[in-house]
């Protein structure tokens, strides 16, 4: 993985000044410890490019910058695609960029990734379709940037002592994840998924230029059906990145299968490329006594291939440890994600794991619009009230803040439907826009523990898929098609939780499946303990710590997103009811937010810091060593404050 910088500053003093604050502040923010610590300069332009790469992260590739001619190429990610050389990936990568225009790029290239050109007279870069790599710009009078980690940006605006957004934090508790482009660090922004940032170095303006691309088509321009050209190719383009994933790998794999319909058409994939052969066998995780392990090992029966069960024993929890564990993923996910979400400390090393995250592209994510038609304006002004589940399902926050989120959430709906988007399409573009990008992405570009390769994330079938009416997403007819033309075997087998619709039930009875006419039938229950297990022994144990805790580090920054008085209830209040996952996951983001106002949290970096790091080219001029050691970097500390 990389983490880089791209800069143009106003003035020779200027880029000085940002360069002395990244060499002491900015290997402490990132969330990997460097194997190699790069620098490039076009001092007569006042630009500048700051890298570190970690190569180690499940033996993949081993370079992620490069110096070509007077250009600079970097990356971050896992991309991939036909031909790809997996032992040049920056030569492969800089043909592919150098011959293709961005929308032919976005197509080609597989995976999730990002990439910064920096070249003579410009730096661009551009993130894949879904914005699982996700890319930021900062724009200030003195200087312009561009990087794939917001504390980058804050470090070159503001040293050691980064300012951050009252509202961008508020949506932990709000929604469990973010919206907008507007982002924690003050004044930074998103770029979208599948856009293009630029900077020119020769004006004197310091603007970032951003080229919007999406899947929207409008309304009128939506195709009533899925026809036989379009299924054939959606399978086509599928099998075509299994193949281009399957060119990279030089050892087997293991592959997710759970009882939904994501990894079930993932394998239905597979079992049909050229990965089948690399497929060492089927793996599911869960709790003990897990409905998705039981199912898994029944699929995997079926098919013929070795099934492993990664049980997470049900074990004790110690609050002072899960605190620990809360302040690092704080600092490594950049307060951006319910810390629940992703349960992982520091790792020294990496596995890859091919799963079937993403397939939600092309079936409604939104669990409370599955139901919902939308025909008028006033319909989408009362859906996009909230989105996934209530909006503060604890009732702990301000009023204003609340009520700001519902208008934020409002103006992202209108503003697809002045666009002429179908009303009932807005909420699949609201995943892609913002859920893929501030959720998946911040998981997937800081975490290092588990490399996820997301095969179902193809843009050319993402566009046929929003190119027909929504109607084939609620029936979930793209995972139909996939499965019953590859493997309808796995078609007719019968789903955990669900089962298929109507239409598609229908659609199978004339193509001649027999397509199970129940849900899979386990032997478990699942429970609020299962799905979220740190969440609900928190809920359940937890809440007088959790009220010393709030008690300990409460500011006036949080006066200015919760409720005092209603915080205070929440943890005050015995025995009360579980108030479902999004309430449970809420007050483990309290506490996230709560420390993140007050600079409470834990440093902590993956990747091996016993290693010291190279410290490569013009980089030495910066560090004014060969080598970093971590306890160096380890002196380091930033501190958080609300604008």
């Not at 990610?77 to 050389?85: C, W």
């Not at 006066?559 to 005050?572: E, M």
Request: hydrophobic content about 40%; glycine content about 6%; some cysteine.
């Amino acid at each position: 993985m990389l983490k880089f910088i791209a800069v143009k500053a106003r003035n020779a003093a200027i880029a000085a000044e940002i360069k002395s604050k990244l060499s002491r502040f900015a290997v402490y923010a990132s969330s990997v410890w460097p194997n190699k610590i790069s620098f490039y300069e076009r001092p007569e332009l006042n630009a500048f490019l700051f890298a570190i790469e970690n190569f180690s992260s499940a033996g993949f590739y081993k370079e992620y910058s490069r110096q070509i001619g007077n250009s600079v190429l970097v990356f971050d990610g896992l991309p991939y695609f036909a031909g790809v050389n997996r032992k040049d990936i920056i030569g492969s990568l800089a043909y592919q960029i150098s011959t293709c225009q961005e929308d032919e790029l976005l197509e080609k290239i597989f995976g999730a990734w990002s990439f910064c050109w920096f070249g003579k007279g410009r730096c661009y870069a551009l993130s894949d379709f879904t914005g699982m790599a996700p890319i930021y710009s900062l724009e200030t009078p003195d200087f312009a940037a561009i990087s794939n980690r917001q504390l980058f940006l804050g470090v070159a605006r503001d040293g050691n002592a980064i300012r951050l957004n009252a509202f961008a934090a508020s949506w932990q508790t709000g929604q469990g994840s973010h919206f907008g482009e507007s982002m924690l660090v003050d004044g930074v922004r998103h770029i979208p998924p599948a856009a293009t940032a630029q900077i020119d170095f020769n004006g004197a303006d310091l603007i970032i230029k951003v080229k919007r691309r999406d899947l929207m088509t409008p309304a009128n321009e939506l195709a009533e059906d899925v026809d036989e050209r379009d299924a054939e190719g959606l399978v086509e383009s599928f099998v075509a990145q299994m193949n281009a994933l399957a060119g990279i790998l030089d050892s087997d794999v293991r592959l997710d299968i759970t009882g939904g319909l994501d990894s079930r058409t993932l394998a239905a994939i597979a079992l049909s490329s050229t990965l089948k052969k690399r497929i060492s066998h089927f793996q599911t995780s869960g709790p003990e006594g897990s409905r998705e392990v039981e199912i898994g090992a029944h699929l995997a029966k079926k098919i013929g291939l070795e099934h492993t069960a990664r049980v997470q024993k049900k074990g004790s929890y110690d609050f002072d440890q899960m605190l620990r564990q809360i302040r690092i993923q704080t600092f490594k996910y950049e307060g951006m994600i319910c810390p629940t979400d992703a349960w992982a400390g520091p790792s020294s090393r990496s596995d890859l794991t091919i799963a079937g995250s993403a397939g939600e592209i092309y079936r409604r994510f939104c669990k409370p619009h599955v139901n919902v038609r939308l025909n008028t304006a006033s319909d989408v002004f009362h859906t996009f009230a909230s989105y996934q589940g209530p909006l503060d399902p604890l009732k702990i926050q301000s009023e204003e803040i609340s009520a700001a989120q519902r208008d934020l959430l409002r103006s992202m709906a209108f503003q697809w439907l002045d666009r002429k988007a179908d009303a009932n399409d807005i909420s699949d573009l609201f995943y892609v826009r913002n859920r893929l990008p501030h959720w998946n992405g911040v998981i997937f570009n800081n975490l290092r523990a588990s490399v996820r390769v997301t095969p179902l994330a193809n843009y050319r079938a993402a566009k046929l898929a929003f190119r027909t009416k929504f109607d084939h997403r609620l029936q979930d007819r793209y995972h139909f098609e996939v499965m019953s033309r590859l493997r309808p075997d796995l078609a007719c087998e019968p789903f955990l939780d669900n089962q298929w619709s109507d239409p598609i039930r229908a659609l199978a009875a004339r193509r001649g499946l027999a397509v199970a006419e129940k849900q899979f039938v386990s032997t478990s229950r699942k429970t609020l303990a299962d799905i979220i297990p740190v969440g609900w022994f928190l809920w359940e144990n937890c809440r007088p710590q959790i009220s010393a805790y709030v008690e300990e580090h409460w500011n006036s920054a949080c006066d200015r997103i919760f409720n005092r008085a209603a915080v205070q209830t929440i943890l005050d209040t015995e025995g009360s009811r579980p108030p479902g996952v999004t309430g449970i996951k809420a007050l483990a983001s309290l506490v996230t937010v709560v420390g993140l106002l007050s600079s409470d949290y834990q440093h902590g970096m993956d990747g091996d810091t016993s290693i010291p790091a190279n410290i490569v080219g013009n980089a030495r001029m910066l560090f004014d060593n060969e080598k970093l050691e971590h306890r160096d970097v380890a002196k380091a500390k930033l501190s958080f404050h609300l604008n």
